[in-house]
T-cell receptor, first 115, second 112 residues
């Protein structure tokens, strides 16, 4: 597609509920990233995929967070047993490759509110 | 010490003035540097990248890099009210997996 597409745009979850956030990267982009952005903060890295391989998940805050990209295109970030501290904007980004000169293109994000 | 540091602002400038946004980073191995603009409620948008010491100009924007001082800046000439946004500095390391590490951003307010 023309840009990075994320859905849903907004999600309200009750504490303890599981949620799934979807990201459809730019066609042909092999690198895909998930970031978490709290209000008033910069984006914080969660995880990185190169094609279908998850090469870095060092930023995932707990084992309640899980991400996958089974066919090397669409990715899903799943949060189990949501907590209030999970409330944030979840940003997906993609880039054509891993070279140092590549910036990322971000999607519009999913704003998660846990009540 | 945070890996990428920015003054949170707000930085207030009048319309037509030059806005100067600054960023310092801690990893001397950092190889590439990016400036993103983020409007309230929107996602970050890439506006400039720089890899070599010196200046890089693109329209009203100039990025400046000084690797010896571990300092990168963004100048916005002829600032417009539409430039009012948060400006995020982001840095990539030179080795291994090259994730972008972001600062907390500087809020810029351009008054008419």
């Amino acid at each position: 597609g023309a840009g990075v597409s994320q859905s849903p745009r907004y999600k309200v979850a009750k504490r303890g509920q599981d949620v799934a956030l979807r990201c459809d990267p730019i066609s042909g982009h092999v690198s895909l990233f998930w970031y978490q952005q709290a209000l008033g903060q910069g984006p914080e890295f969660l995880t990185y995929f190169q094609n279908e391989a998850q090469l870095d998940k060092s930023g995932l805050p707990s084992d309640r967070f899980f991400a996958e990209r089974p066919e090397g295109s669409v990715s899903t970030l799943k949060i189990q047993r949501t907590q209030q501290e999970d409330s944030a904007v979840y940003l997906c980004a993609s880039s054509p490759g891993q070279g140092f000169h590549y910036g990322y293109t971000f999607g519009s994000g999913t704003r998660l509110t846990v009540v | 010490q945070k890996e990428v540091e920015q003054n949170s602002g707000p930085l207030s400038v009048p319309e037509g003035a030059i806005a100067s946004l600054n960023c310092t980073y801690s990893d001397r191995g950092s190889q590439s540097f990016f400036w993103y603009r983020q409007y309230s409620g929107k996602s970050p948008e890439l506006i400039m990248s720089i890899y070599s010491n010196g200046d890089k100009e693109d329209g009203r924007f100039t990025a400046q890099l000084n690797k010896a001082s571990q300092y990168v800046s963004l100048l916005i000439r002829d600032s417009q009210p539409s430039d009012s946004a948060t400006y995020l500095c982001a840095v990539k390391r030179g080795t291994g997996f090259q994730k972008l590490v972001f600062g907390t951003g500087t809020r810029l307010l351009v008054s008419p």
